[in-house]
């Protein structure tokens, strides 16, 4: 069970998407918390010296739809430190980060909107890099309507930051660093989150929860059953 429950959810719109929105970059403390338990430095630095990027939860892109100026608040607002978790550089990227545009491609034109929830699992052995305890996996549930089937669908995604960790503090566990797609059912389990509306909609529905299917490209996702 994780020692800690987070996550960041987002609504996307990609009939309304604004792609033209130039990225607001200034990073900033959420007021709705104490600064005491929000992190803007100290981890975050030069990755080539064993520093982490400050890795969006919800993507920056993802809230930018309806008018101009909603869109550029929407932007700025992804850059709170609430919405930000240590990351390698060269763990953005890849799957993780083409997943949803992969997803609104597969959805019904006729309902072109998705509903993302995504979020880290922490641990409690988990390394400390600069006093701060690094999460080796995210996760993402990923809500829309199927393009083919035209039915509400649901997948569960999985990936690792463990091998790419600075090697003084590594962790090596088989499997660590493939992408996969996984049971919403399991996700629960690795989250103590109760996604249980989601279940009946996840294509790996009827797989075990502790099903993993690794991935090598979005190409590779199960959007049907």
């Known amino acids: 069970m994780p020692k800690s429950i987070v996550f960041s959810a987002v609504n996307i719109d990609g009939a309304r998407s604004d792609r033209t929105v130039k990225r607001t970059n200034v990073w900033r403390f959420d007021p709705r918390i104490g600064r005491e338990f ?26 930018n739809w309806g008018d101009k100026k909603t869109a550029r ?31 609104l491609d597969n959805t019904d034109r006729e309902n072109i909107r998705i509903s993302v929830i995504t979020g880290p699992v922490f641990q409690e052995d988990d390394p400390v890099y600069y006093d701060v305890p690094i999460p080796l996996e ?38 660590d660093f493939e992408d996969s797609q996984v049971s919403i059912a399991g996700l629960s389990e690795d ?14 529905e009827k797989g075990d929860p502790g099903l993993r299917i690794a991935l090598s490209s979005v190409r590779d996702l199960y959007l049907s059953p």
């Open 38 to 63: 929000q992190i803007l430095d100290g981890v975050y630095g030069n990755d080539k010296e064993g520093f982490f990027s400050r890795g969006h939860m919800t993507r920056r892109e993802d809230p």
């Open 73 to 103: 608040q929407a932007d700025a607002d992804t850059f709170h430190a609430t919405n930000a978790c240590p990351q390698r550089q060269s763990f953005n990227g890849g799957i993780w980060l083409g997943l949803e545009d992969h997803i």
């Open 138 to 175: 995210f996760w993402k549930v990923v809500v829309f309507t199927n393009a083919a089937t035209r039915q509400l669908t649901a997948i569960g995604y999985k990936r690792s930051q463990a091998r790419l960790l600075p090697a003084r503090r590594r962790r090596f566990i088989f499997g």
């Open 191 to 204: 989250t103590g989150l109760d996604f249980g509306a989601y279940v009946p909609f996840d294509v790996l």
